[in-house]
């Protein structure tokens, strides 16, 4: 892929934790396609995780911060700012975390102190991170924010817990604040909601294996990959999408318009067939 679509661009991606997760390979197709763009995590994160090597390969700078503290985000917009000297044109917000799931605790039993932090971190930094890039007018004219959810936040799927709560709290900022920041700026702010992936942050789900296996075999296309996201993703940010704004855009190769497959239907007919 050599066209260039983001020949020009600037930007920050927070999140990207090591090889396996979304943000990493939206990072990666980012730079292939031209642009220039900053990296932020927690320190925690960045302490367990590999993003030097990622920052490295794409000759980006890392600026640790905590995306629930306005401080800390004031510093990411601020730095990034003074690094390319002028606003940003993308920024991917690629954060979520549940102790509750980390726990095991299940949705009817939920730790209360957990469940908040699961929004605050999961959601709840969302507006921050748009409330903050607003007050500093810190996004271009025509920029693109981007936010990655999941089908939970519309349908129930067990395990994915107080995280679907989440989702559905990001997707409603999307749309909330999608509608001042493009009638006032033009700034367009979408979610994607993305086929189940074998990231680290998503081996803690319970029964990610059969959950990929059944979205596979029900949706027509097959689950989308991260490189696949990457490669969507770089679409939002480019110049193509200049009119999408306050969507969330399913990318799952058909599955959030299924009921019932063949494939999923036989594996089904298999098991009964076994009992």
Known sequence: MACQLLQGKR??????????SIAWKIAE???????QFTLSNTSVA?????INLLAEKCKAEI?????????DLEHVFSRTMEIFGGKVDFVLHSI?????????????DLDYNYFLKTIDVSAVSFHK?????????????WGSVLALSYIAAQRTLVGYND???AKSMLESIARSFGYIYGREKNVRINTISQSPTRTTAGSAIKGMDGLVDFTDRMSPLGNATAEECADFSVVLFSDLSRKVTMQ???????????????????QYNKSLDEE
Do not use: C, W
Not at 11 to 20: N, T
Not at 96 to 108: A, L, P
Not at 129 to 141: E, P, S
């Open 11 to 20: 930007g920050i991606i927070f999140g990207a934790l090591d090889s396996k």
């Open 63 to 71: 600026i640790p911060a905590d995306a629930t503290s306005v401080s």
């Open 46 to 50: 960045m302490r367990f995780g590999e």
């Open 248 to 266: 969330n855009i399913y990318h799952d190769g058909g599955f959030s318009s299924m009921a019932m497959s063949l494939k999923a239907m036989t």
């Open 129 to 141: 991170m748009l409330q903050v890039a607003k007050k500093m007018d810190a996004i271009n004219d």
């Open 29 to 35: 197709r980012a730079y292939e396609q031209g642009a």
């Open 96 to 108: 979520g975390m549940s102790m509750n799931v980390r726990k095991g605790r299940e949705y009817d």
């Open 163 to 165: 995280m679907a709560d």
